[in-house]
Structures are given as structure tokens and as C-alpha cells.
């Protein structure tokens, strides 16, 4: 691998037509022309995170050798560490962009480090585990002037939010979002304390987390449990629900980084139904409503997740199959008992309806009078060039293209911040929390806001 050329920082401004784009911040700033190669520090080199590492890396850090064996044998030769906050602090000069993919829990501080040392970050989902930690991210960007990404792979679909915004199906007032999976339930808190395998480093792993000994409960299926994932609609409705959060324009009603408006405050409300309180884990199955005000052109609208397969049949399979009829595969059709759609999103308009699968950029469908129709090229009403999703839209950022489409002020905390509030309502079921997105506070329930903002544990701060 060899090693990115360096230049002198030339002045905070990016030079029309000679390919380079510079990086303004605190600490470090670097130019970038379209042929030289980046050099990354990754944090979180296992699982999902080993999906980022290629010929730009050069930093690896992770708090578990077992976990981060394939990369290490993959770059033998490369730098390790086990704590982020030392590798940036001695090689801040030598990384030109950061990759954050360890555990929810940690993506916060991590990030907020990376930033803080001037640098661009591509951050995993589900971005955040708190509503909280999300807002300081975005504030955190702005202060710092650095270039982020939300890592939900595809980002949105494009095609699918210029046939929404332009009106395909006419005024949409009600949208289903749902998937399969669930939740892992209540689950025992272990109570033994075996002994921490070499190679571990626990305490770093728990991070900003409360502290507790260590067992292997807490790290296997990390996501279900609260203290450290941010659930299915962390894990997959940062996926499923991009569309949809884009396609309605949710995202105008947060102003970060911009005065507060004068007026009243729009404020989303949110409602959930669950089998069961767990404070610890999060529950089998959900249901989830957002009532969400206007916006601009755009009418109230009530947007619903459906998550879990052990929910009532008269629930989630009801709510969907009314609109869309009994073809819906939820695995239990003959012949071939399918699970073609277990996730997807609907939404419902005056004039039609509209369906998409997958992570939101899969199979689309529209529907007249319950009947598949055809839809021709959607009208060109995002704005061009548009960055593009995953990690080359970051790249490109870098090197002077266009800001990333999941980048965090503009599309990736507002995003996380609403469905983030998902999370919240299953703590408080069948109670409706109001949210005030330009001050990024629960009005209405104090014990729930300070929910959305727990403390860290003592040597953690954003």
C-alpha cells in the first residue's frame, strides 16, 4: 500500500477545477487531489467493520483480538490499538479520514473524537443509541466543519422520493413500515462473573456505558439489549425507513444549525404498543405511531412500524393486507412458504399507493385501485449533483464532490433522532411523548427526556 502524498494547507477555500478539496478544522487541515489516496483509521475492524477496510486503511483499533484476528492478519504490518481515544491523539496527523464500527454504544464518543480531532467520519448505523448523542454529533459537525456520513449502505431511494414528491399517488397522509425480525424479548441479566478472555479489553468495550462485570450475555446480541444497541429500527429501519423519512419530508422540520423559527413549534407525536416493559432488553414484537404535522406542501401525516413476527395477526398482517390484499408473503403461503416480504414500506396516497421492499431500494410497486400499475421516470425534483450513499459518496465528499446524502446535519441525526424516539416510546407504552425536533427535547414527559439523555460513565463525555 503506499503512502498518500502530503501538501502544505493552502487556505480554507476548494480550488475550481484542479480537483482538490480542503479540509478545514481545528487542529489539521489537508488537501486531497483526485489521485492521491486517503489514509484510514478504523475503529471496530470486526464483522461489519472489516467491510471497510481496503487499500486507504492504515490505522486499525479494536478493544477484542478475537473479533479483529481476519483483519489483523489481513494488514499485519499496520498499526493497532485498542483504545481510539490514544490513537487519536498520536497519530491525528497521519489520518486523513475515520471509520466508526463497533457497537452502538460506542459509535458516539468514537465519532465525537474523530470529529474533534478535525477529522471526516463515516459512522456506522444505527449512528447513535440515544436521541441525545445524536444532536451532539450534529452539533459537534457544524462546530468542527468536518465532512460525515451515516454508514445505512444505500442511503434512500431516489427514484422512489421524486415519485412521492411528485405526486404519483397524490396527498399521502398514511405510511406502514415493518419488519419481520422483533426484538429478543426479556432476557435474564447474568449474575455470574467468569473471567475476562485474553485479548478482551472490557472495560474499554463497556465504554461510555454503566459499569458491570464482565460475561459474555452482554456482548452476544449486544444489539437487543438497551445499555448497548439501538434495537431492529436501529439495526434495520435505519435501512427500511430512510425512504420513507425522506419522502416525506420529515427532515425539513428539524433547523440544526439554523435560528429557531418564530411561532409555534411543530412537535411529532409518538405512541407504541408492546407485549411487555423491559427496561433492559428491547421487546419481542412493537408497534410504533408517528404522528408528524405538516410540512410545507406536504399534509399531517401517521406513519406506522410494525416490527416482529409474534405480533397480532389483527395488528401488523391487518394493517398491511388492507391496503394491500393477501398477497403479502409472510411465510406461511403455500407452496413455497416465502418470505419475500418480510420488511418493506407502503405508503398510502389520495390517488394510489406505493410499496418498496428491502432496505428501501429494492423492488418498488404502485398501485391504482389495488391493482399494479406502471409509474415512468420520476420527475428530477432532488437537487443535482446528489451525493451518492455508502462509503463512496464519502469518498467523493473528500475529494471535493458533493456532501453525502446520509451526511449528519442534514439527513443522518434527524433521521436518527426520529426513529431513535421509536425506542423511547417502548419504555413508556400507550403513553403518546410529544418531541420538539428544533430543540431536540420530549415536552410533555420529563422522566422520558431524561431517558433520551442518560449519563456516561465517569472518563466518557461527548
Not at 489481513?74 to 497519530?91: A, G
Not at 444505527?126 to 445505512?152: F, S
Not at 412500524?305 to 391496503?323: C, D, F, T, V
Amino acid at each position: 500500500m503506499s503512502k498518500p502524498t502530503r501538501r502544505d494547507f493552502l487556505g480554507n477555500t476548494i480550488r475550481a477545477g484542479a480537483g482538490l478539496v480542503i479540509l478545514a478544522n481545528a487542529r489539521s487541515a489537508h488537501t486531497f487531489a483526485a489521485n492521491e489516496r486517503l489514509r484510514t483509521a478504523h475503529i471496530g475492524v470486526g464483522g461489519r467493520g472489516g467491510a471497510f477496510l481496503g487499500p486507504t486503511t492504515a490505522f486499525l483499533c479494536d478493544v477484542n483480538e478475537q473479533r479483529a484476528a481476519a483483519a489483523y492478519k489481513r494488514f499485519p504490518d499496520l498499526p493497532r490499538y485498542t483504545d481510539f481515544r490514544k490513537m487519536l491523539d498520536e497519530r491525528a496527523g497521519e489520518i486523513d479520514a475515520v471509520f466508526v464500527a463497533t457497537p452502538d454504544h460506542s459509535h458516539a464518543v468514537a465519532s465525537a473524537a474523530a470529529i474533534r480531532a478535525g477529522k471526516p467520519v463515516y459512522c456506522e448505523k444505527g449512528l447513535t443509541r440515544t436521541i441525545h448523542e445524536a444532536r451532539a454529533l450534529a452539533e459537534l459537525t457544524l462546530q468542527y466543519k468536518v465532512i460525515t456520513q451515516m454508514g445505512n449502505q444505500g442511503g434512500y431511494n431516489t427514484r422512489s422520493v421524486q415519485h412521492l414528491w411528485g405526486g404519483a399517488i397524490g396527498e399521502v397522509r398514511q405510511t406502514f413500515s415493518w419488519n419481520d425480525q422483533g426484538g429478543p424479548g426479556p432476557r435474564p441479566i447474568p449474575t455470574d462473573t467468569p473471567a475476562v478472555p485474553a485479548g478482551l479489553e472490557w472495560d474499554l468495550w463497556l465504554g461510555p456505558s454503566p459499569q458491570r462485570p464482565y460475561h459474555p450475555d452482554w456482548m452476544r446480541g449486544w444489539s437487543g439489549w438497551r445499555d448497548f444497541g439501538s434495537g431492529l429500527l436501529g439495526m434495520w429501519g435505519s435501512h427500511t425507513l430512510a425512504t420513507t423519512f425522506k419522502a416525506m419530508k420529515l427532515d425539513t422540520l428539524w433547523q440544526i444549525g439554523k435560528p429557531a423559527p418564530a411561532g409555534p413549534r411543530p412537535l411529532i407525536r409518538v405512541t407504541a404498543d408492546v407485549p411487555h416493559l423491559s427496561k433492559d432488553s428491547y421487546p419481542l414484537w412493537e408497534m410504533v405511531r408517528w404522528v408528524v404535522p405538516a410540512r410545507g406542501d406536504m399534509p399531517p401525516v401517521t406513519m406506522t412500524w410494525l416490527n416482529g413476527s409474534k405480533a397480532p395477526h389483527e395488528g401488523r398482517r391487518a394493517m398491511i393486507e388492507q391496503h394491500l390484499g393477501p398477497r403479502i408473503r409472510w411465510g406461511d403461503v403455500p407452496p413455497d412458504n416465502s418470505w419475500d416480504d418480510w420488511n418493506g414500506n407502503l405508503w398510502i396516497g389520495s390517488r394510489g399507493k406505493y410499496e418498496s421492499s428491502g432496505h428501501g431500494d429494492g423492488r418498488a410497486q404502485f398501485f391504482l385501485d389495488n391493482r399494479p400499475a406502471q409509474l415512468g421516470d420520476p420527475p428530477p425534483l432532488l437537487p443535482r449533483p446528489l451525493g451518492r450513499g455508502g462509503e463512496g459518496g464519502f469518498f467523493d465528499a473528500i475529494r471535493g464532490g458533493p456532501a453525502p446524502m446520509c451526511n449528519f446535519v442534514e439527513f443522518g441525526v434527524p433521521f436518527a433522532e426520529w426513529y431513535l424516539l421509536g425506542n423511547l416510546a417502548t419504555l413508556f407504552p400507550g403513553e403518546t411523548l410529544e418531541y420538539d425536533p428544533i430543540a431536540g427535547r420530549i415536552v410533555n414527559n420529563p422522566q422520558a427526556d431524561a431517558a433520551a439523555r442518560p449519563e456516561y460513565r465517569k472518563g466518557w463525555a461527548l
